[in-house]
């Protein structure tokens, strides 16, 4: 796969970062990229899609995919190849906002065909946002495999500090392939975690690296940017680091006012940046001499899917004092809760302020403006990957997503009707207008769950692609059929929201870039169970964008992966009777 980080002709607003006759910057901290970015430079970057064992907690899993040998990625501040013998791969660019480039988004079945073996891809896209981010694959399960990196938009910030670190991926792990652990969940089951790695490294009780912890050094008396990447699959995550005091100063791509806390929640795909200031403190306040410190990654309660008794140590990092001990610490957690929430809703406050028009109405349409998560049992004859299987899968929508690989939406928006399996949301707006959609988990008073849906008390990370979305509401209440009371002035914005257990949310946002993009839960297991639905935004205008002249990558690439497909010499098994299990995201 190639990326490479382009001009894009539908896209306008494009200014140098400095004016050479006023002989100041145009850019800065209160600038709405949403509207306004510089012109930028072309960068080109190749990644690989690979097999390679991976030992990453001592454990050698056997089944390990990564990018250009390595794990995580490189750092990236891409064309992609795939090496993978069995595997179709992509990559999604996680919270770009891809504005007019649906076909860079890097979802099979919906943006592109999957890259065949052997094959490569071209992504090009504009990079108007700025801030810390994740790319990995959205092929089944392949992220949880290995093939995930960080990646960086230099910009600027809303709290000082005076260095930085690397960013720093938390994520849970296991020592085969998801693809193998994907029956259990069909058969009603989460599958188990084995342990946690910091930036891809970490140490299994009884493995060969016991007692391994990642590291970095500070100085006394400065300050530090932390850029936190949640790549988990099923993992929400409490970070702190013992006796010293954060800054937040964004939420995803989003900077915010800064705000100081002892701890902070980061759900699968979510990302924050945070400045630690290495002045570390005791509980009563006073200045704490030592040189040591835990950092850890406390799984949130309720939210991660480690055996009973088998949680893993929290304690995956240490923060060194430069020219002090290299010994473990001796610290102890703070008396924060690790309850499974989001950030608090009122200390997530945009720098750059949006507000949201009060819709004339919300009718409350089910899988209109308003979406129930739950399990559903396939009818007669609509079960997957064969038509009479009886798997009980998550959904959304009307039904679990399922997509063909073959046969990717962006294909097909000439169409007014799409198969059931796809699970298109058709919203044809007016241009400038705003989409806006409640979600619940949980419900009383509401009816009959669509069908045969069965409701469950669990928290769901859900991310939309193509957007950030405001959040107008949050509530761990159980939705009770009417609508919550909603925030239009400023609300959080981001592009990953916890949907909490037995609650709701309420989201909008501009309906300004037409395509399918997809909406989706970051518990990868539960997505590639079904649960996610395609927002088929202007479908009109998304027509008349994406040409077959503009889309001869996707052509050639849907090509490639037929043929590759139509061979069973290279299917991973010469007996098996299918070929995709899950919903292909």
Known sequence: MDLVSAHHPVLKTQIKCFNATTRSWQFNISTDYETLWPTGITRKY??????????????????????NKQYPG?????????????????????????????????????????????????????????????????????????????????????????????????????????????????????????SILLNGEGSYAGGARQGFKYNTTVERGKRYLMRLINTSISTTFVFAIDNHNITVMSSDFVPIQPYVTDHVVVGIGQRYHIVVEASPEKPDGSAHEGDAFWMRTIPASGCSNFPIGGIPDERQGILYYKNGSTEYPETNRGGFSTACTDEPYDKLVPVVPWQVPQPPTL???????????????????????????????????????????????????????????????????????WIYMIIYGNATGTGAPVGSRLLASVAHPLHLHGHDFTILSQTATPFNGTIPPLKFSNPPRRDVVLLPADGA???????????????????????????????????????KLYTPARLGEVDKGCANWDKWFSDPKNLWSQNATTFQDDSGI
């Open 505 to 543: 949310i309420a989201i909008a946002f501009k309906a300004d870039n037409p395509g399918s993009w997809l909406f989706h839960c970051h518990i990868a297991t539960h997505a590639s169970s079904g649960l996610a639905m395609q927002i088929l935004e202007r479908r009109g205008a998304a027509d």
């Open 74 to 194: 490189p750092w990236i501040q891409i064309t992609v190849k795939n090496n993978l013998k069995y595997n179709g791969t992509t990559v999604h660019w996680h919270g770009i906002r891809q504005l007019h480039s649906l076909e860079m988004d890097g979802v099979p079945g919906v943006s592109q065909c999957p890259i065949a073996p052997g094959d490569s891809y071209t992504y090009r896209f504009l990079a108007t946002q700025y801030g810390t981010s994740w790319y990995h694959s959205h092929y089944s399960l392949q992220y949880g495999d290995g093939l995930a990196g960080p990646l960086t938009i230099h910009g600027p910030s809303s709290a000082n500090y005076d260095g930085s670190k690397d960013p720093m991926l938390m994520t849970d792990w296991i020592h085969r392939s998801w693809f193998k652990e994907f029956q259990t969940e069909l058969n009603g089951a989460a599958p188990n975690a084995s």
């Open 363 to 433: 009718d409350l349409d089910r899988n209109q403006d308003l979406f129930e998560v739950g399990l559903d049992a396939p009818g007669p004859g609509q079960g997957h990957p064969l038509p009479n299987d009886q798997f009980r899968r998550w959904a959304i929508g009307p039904r679990p997503l399922y997509l063909n690989f073959s046969d990717p939406t962006i294909l097909n928006l000439q169409n007014t009707n799409y198969k059931a399996d796809y699970v298109v949301i058709p919203q044809d707006v007016p241009e400038g207008g």
């Open 46 to 67: 190749t990644l690989v899609a690979d097999e390679m064992n991976l030992n990453a907690d001592g454990v050698l899993n056997l089944d390990g995919k990564v990018f």
